[in-house]
């Protein structure tokens, strides 16, 4: 491809992405602003600073966005029925926004310009103020122009305390797993936008991360016994981390309490679901690697080493968590049922989608940003895929008709997966985002109780870019 071609290609992200905003704006209510002096809000900075990603004797700092100029942003706390209140100070110079992903939320802090807020203007703050209703390992994460800015570092991990203590694991520690596309001298590769990318399988860094660091050092003791809260932050990458010879058990997935069970291998996370581990180390020092699955084995992306005097002669029976508080039916009689098809990408079968109001075909599309669609619209957002009454029970079916993985995810909501492929599914947990296979059909159900507007988007970043957005509407 030219260097021409590919500028053009830029335009026609650029202008589209502005159309899809204003489109959405339409429907926006007033942005919440509050003078900076109010007090018992947090402040949250969303600015630019540099990070040591690569250890100094491989390269210089990296220059990121990042919320209070680090990235990942900074562990942010609630507990269950608690209030959090943030107020999102914007000094970068483009706008953002921040989206609380799995929580339970009021519509209005959801996060989601165009949709439940206007973006925060740099220069402007926004007041965030919810109830975080369930205990867990939740994250925020920017929402506008969410590919670029994640990609560059807005997000943090968000951590939800049970109202009463849980003791079943000495400590907790958040491991936030990120890949970055770095160039040769560490800065952030400013190739966001290429529909290389938006139509395979999403930016794919070159360096995986944990806590932001290139293969940093967790420290622990002989025989403690830790809960290990995973959140894969990364634009597109599905992630298999290993443990090594630890005893591992599961103890939570994207926040909500699963069954106590032991783990055999890795644990698979696509981009933005959450794991909770409850993890036992070894009696004696030594080091272990936590390691991600590549084409060529195992590699380690963080060292965790195992030192000083143990905790324990001996570990007590494991105790798993209290059951999540929410509940959904499961076989509900009234349900609603709706249907979400998803087509396109490279090798894909889609001839063309809804666009701007007119069928386009794949070529015009391409143009336009779009390589995607839900329903034969390619990220148009002017109708909801569909309006509940507060209280009803949705199934959605939702088939993968692309050659890609998706990480589908509800805004607001968990739901369970009932069926793959026509089976149903036993024992099905609750999560917000799920890892959907090629040419794999799943039923999800929810209920709608939550009165608002909810984005329903593919968390491959790219991919919700280029076509894969829709969202709806509880009355
Ligand atoms: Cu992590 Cu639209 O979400
Ligand atoms: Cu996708």
Redesign the pocket.
Known sequence: MTLVTRRRFLGGIAASSVLLHDAMAKAAPASETMPRTQADFERLHARKATAAILPADIGPPTPIWGFGGTAPGPVLRSRAGERLRIAVENDLDVPTSV?W?GIRIDNAMDG?PGLTQDAVAPGETFAYDFVTPDPGTYWY?S?DR?WEQNARGLHGALIVDEAEPWEGADRDIVLVVDDWRLTGTGSIEDSFGQMMDWSHGGRLGNLVTVNGRYKPRVAVRPHERVRLRLINAANARIMDIGLGSATTRLLALDGMATPLADMAGPVRMAP?QRADLLVDFPASPTRLAMTIETRDGPVAIAEIAVSGEPVRAQFPAPIGLPAAGLSVPSDPQDARRVELRMQGGAMGRMSGAMHEGRMMDVRALVEAGRIWSFNGVAGDMDEPLARFERGRTAIVKIRNETPWPHAM?V?GHHFRVVSRDGASVVDPVLRDTDLMMPDETIEITFVADNPGKW?V?C?MLEH?AAGMMTWFETV
């Open positions: 989206h992903h989601v994460h929402h969410s933005a995810h805004h984005l988007h968390h919700a």
